[in-house]
């Protein structure tokens, strides 16, 4: 039987990988999908000025990399492949790449 995760996460910038962190060091199982891999429009971006608990600019990919180190070390999984298609019955069904993955529940933080 294929395995039911808690939580699937679709996204994997800031907001995905805060929600997998969250959820996977609840004792829960959680995982990232994202079509592009960890990191969105900030692997893009140089230095983040005034972001809390740092007095000093931070390059956005050091951001991203420190996020999916804490998401991996509490528990969670990272999938890299495109959701094309939501349903729900008893559990929820995520499309990735024309393969179907089970979830109790879906956060959807895509982000732009």
Do not use: F, K, Y
């Not at 995760?5 to 800031?14: K, M, P």
């Not at 094309?84 to 933080?109: F, M, P, S």
Request: with cysteine; net charge negative.
């Amino acid at each position: 039987m294929e395995r039911v995760w808690d939580v699937r996460v679709i996204g994997a910038g800031v907001a995905g990988l805060t929600a997998a962190r969250v959820v996977a060091a609840a004792g829960l199982s959680a995982a990232c999908i994202d079509r592009m891999g960890p990191g969105g429009v900030l692997m893009n971006v140089t230095e983040i000025h005034d972001l809390t608990g740092s007095s000093h600019g931070r390059m956005g990919a050091d951001l991203i990399a420190s996020l999916l180190d804490g998401a991996m070390a509490a528990g969670a999984d990272m999938l890299i492949g495109e959701v094309t298609a939501l349903a729900r019955d008893t559990h929820w069904w995520v499309r990735v790449d024309g393969a179907d993955h089970q979830a109790r529940a879906i956060v959807i933080a895509t982000g732009l």
